[in-house]
């Protein structure tokens, strides 16, 4: 069975610091791979994905960056850390064909102060 | 870009209540989930429905893509079904799903 898990779970950041989120995927070929960030209230929005390794598209703009070093693995980071980078970011996954239905991981919780 | 529009906003039920939840969206989606979130953030996938009538356990989602809408019937509602419930119209190949505010749903005992 296919499980995703990020990491950290919880992070509290000071603002300028810099940050990595990761997200692994196991149990699945070459999923597609997907970041998505939620404000405290807003809605939830796509910040980038991925088909295969070493290639990810951005969606939105955030001052942020993500990269696909492993099949299997998503990692989301900045140098630089904004207030408005806290909320909740989720790393999601699809396969190929089919519904390309997405399933999503726990999230990481990031307060910047 | 796309735009999604979920209606009610919030809605409050008894248990054994039947509830009906409403998605428009702006653009042409050949994906579309419903997706429920729970009070600690966590998304689960409940419907993949780009089209037609699909039903799984106590869900039934319609969704008319000339319209570009969808909805969800929860059926016999249980207070476990309370949090909020997501509607993401997408395309498939790239899988961008675009989501609205959602409908927040309160089942009471």
């Known amino acids: 069975a296919q499980t995703i898990h990020q990491w950290p779970v919880a992070e509290i950041k000071a603002v300028g610091s810099p940050l990595s989120l990761g997200c692994t995927i196991k149990?699945?070929?070459?999923?597609?791979l997907y970041w998505y960030w939620q404000a405290t209230g807003g809605t939830l929005q796509q910040l980038f994905y991925s088909i295969t390794v070493g290639q990810v598209e951005s969606v939105v703009q955030l001052n942020l960056s993500a990269s696909r070093p492993k099949d299997d693995q998503f990692i989301l980071s900045t140098e630089k850390l904004l207030l408005s980078h806290s909320g909740f970011y989720l790393c999601?996954?699809?396969?190929?064909?089919?519904?390309?239905?997405?399933?999503f991981g726990p999230g990481t919780r990031l307060t910047v102060l | 870009g796309q735009q999604v529009q979920q209606s009610p906003a919030s809605l409050v039920l008894q248990e054994g209540e039947n509830a009906e939840l409403q998605c428009n969206f702006s653009s042409t989606a050949t994906q579309l989930q419903w997706f429920y979130q729970s009070p600690g953030g966590s998304l689960v996938s409940l419907l993949s429905n780009p089209s037609g009538t699909k039903h799984t356990g106590r869900l039934t989602s319609t969704t008319v893509t000339k319209e570009r809408r969808s909805s969800l019937h929860i059926s016999s509602s249980q207070t476990t079904d309370s949090g909020t419930y997501l509607c993401?119209?997408?395309?498939?190949?790239?899988?961008?799903?675009?989501f609205g505010r959602g409908t927040r749903l309160q089942v009471y005992a």
């Open positions: 993401g119209p997408g395309t498939q190949v790239v899988g961008q799903l675009t």
């Open positions: 999601a996954w699809s396969l190929w064909g089919g519904s390309y239905e997405q399933y």
């Open positions: 149990g699945k070929s070459s999923p597609n």
